[in-house]
């Protein structure tokens, strides 16, 4: 595969994703993601990330990315703001070349998240890793049965496919898209919520 097919590929039709700070609590945020791809069919292997937990929705997890199976495709990144860069360097270690980071406390918040943010985009371009976010709600493959994302809005939806993607920097209005096209009928191929658009080439 060329460098752009790979990364095709682990955008947007990973074999296995990880779900680093996947929680078992219904009741947060950072369960949804486990949920909303099994809803839509994603048939690739799920390797949630929690420390404290050995199994999460009825599958095996892993206190680190380094102890999970590989290889990995793409990592979903749920963990608290300061600690993404260390994340983003295990994901360096072990070559995953996706990562998409959900977690907020970058730009956002002003210069010090500015830097921060920047540094890690630093290190992820350094290894070749292609970050999606951060603060981004995820991204949707409908046609390939990937919702990799915690948008609310994928637990109440069945997708409708069909020619139309979208590129949104709010993940809000993303959701809000979805439930209003589809009502009008209206079919997707892929949306993608960007957060704060810190995607990084590799350096060659």
């Known amino acids: 595969m060329t460098d752009l097919s790979i990364l095709r590929q682990a955008l947007f039709s990973p074999r296995a994703v990880a779900l680093v ?4 609590d219904a009741a947060k945020v ?3 993601p486990q949920r909303v791809l099994r809803q839509h069919a994603y048939n ?6 929690n420390p404290a937990r050995a199994e999460l929705g009825g599958v095996r997890a892993y206190p680190t990315l380094r102890d999970a199976p590989g290889p990995i495709d793409h990592a979903f990144v749920m963990v608290p703001g300061r600690a993404v860069p260390a994340v983003i360097a295990e994901c360096c270690e072990l070559k ?9 406390g970058f730009a956002e918040l ?3 998240g500015l830097r921060r943010q920047h540094d890690m985009v630093a290190m992820a371009r350094a290894a070749g890793v292609r970050l999606l976010g951060p603060n981004c709600i995820g991204l949707v493959n409908v046609t390939g049965h990937v919702a990799l994302t915690a948008n609310a809005v994928l637990e109440r939806e069945e ?12 993940g809000s209005t993303l959701g809000t898209l979805i439930s209003r096209a589809q009502a009008w009928g209206l079919g997707f191929s892929k949306l993608v919520s960007v957060g704060n658009k810190s995607i990084c080439a590799s350096a060659n």
């Open 21 to 24: 700070g996947a929680s078992g």
């Open 30 to 32: 950072n369960s949804r």
């Open 44 to 49: 690739g292997r799920v390797l949630p990330i």
């Open 96 to 104: 995953i070349p996706m990562v998409t980071i959900f977690s907020a």
């Open 110 to 112: 002003g210069e010090e």
């Open 159 to 170: 997708l409708k496919a069909g020619h139309l993607s979208v590129i949104s920097q709010s």
